[in-house]
């Protein structure tokens, strides 16, 4: 069975520091790696995703994404926070069948200007 | 901007009431399904559907019920709502055929009910 894991209920950044919020996973096939961002009293919205390739995936509002293999991880980061980054930060596992996507629990992110 | 639509958008029932929550999409994707969300807390997925006459029970247990007639088109049913039924419920589609893309959201619904 697939799962993902998110260590950290609450992450605390000051503006303009890098952040970095935690994912790790568990797949038995090749994992399909997805990371989306929350609102208050909204969606989710896509930011990133890995299928293949080079680790390191770019994706929306100069968030990026680590893929390590050896690690099972897929970590979120962001050179300079802002504080409109704060918001909920799912991550999200597929193993490559045709499975619904699997999400951590979350993460909260607080920049603090 | 993600063509899928939640309607309503928030709704306050009482208990016993029997309601759906509509949700629609656009995309003209094969996949579809529920989640249900407590505010600021983790995603349980409760109905998933691969196209039309098909449903699937998710991992979070549900008494809600889905349908699939169309397509587009995969409404939530409560026969008769109750308080502990009260929570955000989102809607999410992706294509069939290709498993790397990504799911869309919709912007959800709250329900309350009292």
């Known amino acids: 069975a697939q799962s993902v894991a998110q260590p950290e209920d609450q992450v605390n950044v000051a503006e303009g520091n890098p952040l970095t919020v935690k994912c790790t996973y568990s797949?038995?096939?090749?994992?399909?790696l997805f990371w989306y961002v929350q609102y208050p009293n909204r969606g989710l919205q896509f930011l990133l995703k890995y299928i293949t390739g080079d680790n390191l995936v770019k994706g929306s509002y100069g968030f990026e994404a680590e893929f390590n293999k050896s690690q099972t991880s897929f970590h979120l980061k962001k050179p300079s926070a802002l504080v409109s980054d704060s918001a909920l930060y799912f991550c999200a596992v597929r193993d490559g069948r045709n499975t619904p996507l699997v999400f951590g629990k979350g993460t909260r992110l607080s920049v603090i200007a | 901007e993600a063509d899928i639509y939640q309607t309503p958008r928030y709704l306050v029932i009482g208990t016993g009431k029997k309601i759906t929550l509509e949700c629609s999409q656009t995309m003209g994707h094969d996949k579809m399904y529920w989640y249900q969300q407590d505010p600021g807390m983790e995603l349980h997925l409760i109905h998933y559907s691969y196209g039309v006459n098909s449903t699937e029970k998710g991992d979070l247990s549900s008494e809600s019920t889905v349908s699939r007639i169309r397509t587009e088109h995969f409404p939530l049913t409560l026969e008769s709502a109750r308080p502990s039924h009260t929570s955000q419920y989102l809607c999410a589609s992706s294509e069939l055929e290709l498993q790397n893309t990504e799911a869309f959201f919709g912007q959800g619904t709250r329900l309350t009910v009292v």
């Open positions: 797949v038995s096939g090749n994992p399909y």
